[in-house]
């Protein structure tokens, strides 16, 4: 089975936590036998996601019911350079003020993932990146998504300085409509998840549907809206 790249990157802290046998990951220093370290297939990291135990059938996949929250926001950042101590402790001080209720998650780049050239596919965030930055909020009452999103934009407001820019990039996977949709004319989000590769993907759009049947918000338009 081939993964695509935007798949192996998300999973690239599992891949830590789930596949370093000292062979494969020697700098990883060897596997834990009790549990926080184990090599595991691709499908069976699908459970250790969903905190089912590893052991559960793979039809656990097959259920289609959704988990717990019924509300949640990402957004994503790749950090290009070290963020300075004062810009750590500036971090840690918002996420107390926010009281628990934004949490931020990176996973590891470079190595392999830096040795493929960008253009190779369309998934661009190759070389230069140091590591990808989730940022999630999870939420049950409608009524909580005003404190919820406002929170999630304050940290990455502060984050600005400590990532990249022109474009500010983002993972695909993490959807986020703040970067931009098709419905207002704005594409932005194609240079954040795509950056020069979106005008290929524009090409290859217009020649395959041209009709645009598949879309969503933030799918790649038929032609050049810039
Ligand atoms: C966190 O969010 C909840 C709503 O989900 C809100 O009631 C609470 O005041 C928020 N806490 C802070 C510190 O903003």
Not at 42 to 61: E, G, I, Q, R
Request: aromatic share 10%; hydrophobic share 35%.
């Amino acid at each position: 089975m081939k993964l695509s790249s935007a798949a192996l990157s998300s999973l690239s802290l599992l891949v830590v936590s789930a596949l370093s046998q000292s062979s494969k990951f020697p700098l990883l220093g060897g596997f834990d036998e009790g549990g926080r370290r184990v090599e595991t297939s691709w499908v069976k990291s699908t459970k250790f996601w969903y905190n089912v135990p590893l052991s559960t059938s793979a039809d656990f996949l097959l259920r289609r019911a959704p988990s717990g929250s019924s509300h949640l926001k990402r957004k994503s950042d790749y950090g290009q350079s070290p963020i300075p101590r004062l810009g750590l402790e500036a971090v840690w001080k918002k996420m107390i003020q926010l009281g628990g209720n934004v949490s931020m998650q990176s996973n590891p780049y470079g190595g392999r993932m830096a040795e493929i050239s960008p253009s190779e596919t369309p998934f661009p965030h190759r070389a230069g990146n140091l590591w990808l930055i989730q940022y999630s909020s999870n939420w049950k009452d409608a009524a909580d998504g005003e404190t919820r999103l406002d929170a999630i934009n304050q940290l990455y407001d502060l984050m600005t300085t400590y990532v990249s820019k022109s474009p500010r990039e983002a993972l695909l996977n993490y959807r986020d409509v703040d970067l931009g949709t098709t419905a207002h004319g704005q594409a932005d989000s194609g240079y954040s998840y795509f950056k020069a590769n979106f005008h290929r993907l524009i090409r290859v759009k217009a020649a395959v549907d041209p009709g645009n049947f598949f879309h969503y918000e933030q799918s790649i338009p038929t032609k050049s809206v810039v």
